[in-house]
């Protein structure tokens, strides 16, 4: 019944109770000199999604999908469940594959490689390279429940950036605190609430410093008082920070508040894109007008 | 039966059964292991060979692999092999086929997420297996294995037919030479009885510190009532509500 201009309420922007006042550092200082995006090339084209089709047996997800995101821009992509708004963040992360065309990253293919001019499918080895420029938050957050909290966001950097243990485990230290979650650095996933878990993994997504943050429903496991922590976090992360993020959310206010870009897609087709300005006050397509006014 | 057999039979025998236990157990352990995550492998002829180890070694007799390491394997090979390893090999690989079945299950269960979890943050398939997949099925396997490792004890007793002096080899010949079968037996019984609870013991102290590594915590029970409570109602994440 709102209109999303009036959906900025409080409940939904109230800081953690733990991170208010505490003089946390702000999300740049965390991550550090090797911030992400440092060249801040604004303009570049990130991430490049090239005719792109992925099928599901007979039911086509995303058809003939074209799309870039540019260094440091923040897209939201909206639309109905089952409308391939997923298996996009799926794509770039790898986990599958698509069934025609090319996803490029930074100008490097993802899933193909050039082999004597030609491209053929890409190996693992080729993956993993291109992918450490992505971090993704999961629905689910996905924490490792063998480790505690400070070395779920420790592991990756050690063992496969290479990083020096100490000073991995110093700069998760930071990153925890940017979560508000010092208190329970010495903490087994299980011991924590779904929005600390969340916070966590944001933590561990951006110790890899990745340049792509790629952010899955990250609200919509939660209970719905645990969800403003998490999207607080998140608003810092992309007020402060050179961050590219690619973000999957129903939460609206948030998209309009950290979107450059909204992308609404229906039927594995990008039927309206534009500022978050135009898309939730002004939309052209009826569709997107629909849609808005369901979510609502 | 008189104290002499006991302390020269009876104890050395024991001592047999319990290094031919330990050291058979070990390495089922490995080949459990190897096997196992072979058969979860994503190329079809690693998965097909490591099922043909499973599905051979299930399928054969303990005691003729017992046989043939001790009897065909010198002849084949012209190396003979000191009986109590003969047996000790022939165990390994028999029961390491059952426990491999028990890594490849555990393996199985640990949740996709997980694996794409490993994949967002670029580890290697083999970094996932082993920081991420293999210490979370650990405390799955542990009490499937507690059970192998009892069944291999009672399995060691085939060993005494290649002539290592065990605890079974220990009691047949005390029977042969005093005809005290009654006693004999009993006592064979109470002693393994005794080593496979000794094990069991031991497996939960293993199994209690396998659950503690992914955040489980069986002693507490009142956990269930405060646990969810504690953190979602806790000063951290007082939002709206």
């Known amino acids: ?296 | 039966m008189s104290w002499g057999l006991f302390e020269n039979w009876i104890l050395p025998g024991l001592w047999v059964t319990v290094q031919a236990t330990v050291f058979s157990a070990l390495l089922a352990l490995v080949v459990s292991f190897v096997v196992g995550t072979l058969r979860t492998s994503r190329l079809w002829i690693v998965r097909f060979l490591s099922g043909a180890y499973f599905e051979i070694f299930r399928g054969a007799s303990a005691l003729v692999v017992i046989f043939w390491f001790a009897y065909a394997f010198p002849l084949l090979f012209g190396w003979q092999l000191v009986p109590l390893w003969a047996g000790v090999l022939a165990l390994a690989l028999t029961y390491g086929a059952y426990g491999s079945e028990i890594v490849r299950g555990s393996l199985a269960a640990v949740p996709e997420a997980q694996r794409e979890a490993g994949i967002a943050l670029s580890f290697t398939p083999m970094q996932r297996l082993r920081r991420i997949e293999i210490p979370q099925a650990w405390p799955e396997m542990v009490p499937p294995f507690n059970n192998l490792a009892i069944e291999l004890l009672k399995g060691t007793s085939l060993i005494s037919v290649i002539a290592v002096a065990d605890l079974a080899f220990a009691g047949n010949v005390i029977r042969l030479s005093t005809n005290e079968s009654a006693p004999v037996y009993t006592l064979l019984l109470v002693l393994y009885f005794l080593l496979a609870f000794s094990i069991t013991r031991g497996m939960r102290v293993v199994e209690r510190h396998a659950k503690r590594g992914v955040g489980k915590l069986p002693e507490k029970k009142s956990r269930s009532g405060q646990g969810d409570v504690a953190p979602a109602g806790g000063s951290t994440n007082g939002g709206g509500a």
Do not use: W
């Open chain 1, 1 to 296: 019944m709102n209109t999303p201009n009036e959906s900025n309420q409080p409940s939904d922007t109230g800081s953690p109770a733990d991170s208010a006042g505490t003089g946390r550092p702000s999300a740049a200082e965390a991550l550090g000199g090797g911030a992400p995006g440092k060249s801040r090339a604004e303009g570049r084209e990130l991430i490049k999604f090239q005719d792109v089709t992925k099928r599901f047996g007979e039911n086509t997800v995303l058809d003939d999908l074209c799309f870039s995101v540019d260094t440091g821009k923040h897209v939201t992509l909206i639309g109905p469940s089952g409308s391939g708004k997923t298996t996009i963040l799926r794509l770039l992360m790898t986990l599958i594959k698509p069934d025609e065309g090319t996803i490029t990253v930074d100008g490097e293919y993802l899933t193909h490689e050039e082999k004597n001019g030609k491209l053929v499918p890409a190996g693992d080895a080729h993956n993993r390279a291109v992918r450490k420029k992505i971090g993704m938050v999961f629905q689910q957050f996905n924490l490792f429940p063998n480790m505690k909290v400070l070395r779920n966001v420790t592991e990756a950097p050690v063992h496969v950036l290479g990083m020096d243990k100490d000073e991995a485990a110093e700069r998760a230290r930071g990153l925890i605190e940017l979560v508000g979650l010092t208190e329970h650095l010495d903490k087994y996933p299980t011991q924590l609430s779904g929005g600390q878990q969340q916070r966590v993994a944001i933590a561990r997504a951006l110790a890899m410093r990745p340049q792509v943050l790629l952010l899955d429903e990250v609200t919509s496991a939660l209970d719905p008082e645990l969800v403003a922590g998490v999207l607080d976090v998140l608003r810092d992360i992309a007020h402060s920070t050179d961050i590219t993020m690619v973000c999957v959310t129903h939460e609206m206010s948030f998209a309009r508040d950290i979107s450059d870009r909204v992308l609404m897609f229906d039927q594995g087709k990008i039927i309206e894109s534009g500022s978050p300005d135009k898309i939730f006050n002004d939309p052209d397509n009826d569709r997107t007008r629909e849609f808005l006014s369901s979510v609502h």
